[in-house]
């Protein structure tokens, strides 16, 4: 079975551990990043190729609907499943999301059964 790539964009440690386990456990290796700087960078590596990409929205110094956005707009990411995880439900921020082409969202808490759920529906492999 070919591995599976995972990117996830999260400046928060706990939350990466928590998340990282998880995509592992589903047949994930997984490369975390702290900012979207770092993971635009990652993102247009020519030897990189991700199957799903998780970004928290709400990262320090910058917004992630821009990195969305970006990813849609890089060829070999445009279909790729992106999950986004907000601290906050709001109908704009879910709007905001979902048109900067999110596959979906995730808010905060959630537990594993939730991130499990939303893998298996976003990138059923």
Known sequence: ?????????D???????????ILNDAGYNVKVTLTEKEALFELFKK??????IITHVDLPGSHSINFIKMTRNEARHKKTPIIAVT????????EACIEAGATDLLIN??????????I???APF
């Open 1 to 9: 079975m070919e591995s599976k790539h995972a990117l996830l964009v």
């Open 11 to 21: 400046a928060f440690g706990q939350a990466s551990d928590f998340m990282t386990e």
């Open 47 to 52: 030897e990189n190729f991700f199957d799903l």
């Open 87 to 94: 601290n906050e439900f709001t109908k704009s921020g879910v």
């Open 109 to 118: 808490p959630f537990d594993s059964s939730d991130l499990k759920k939303v």
């Open 120 to 122: 298996r529906l976003c």
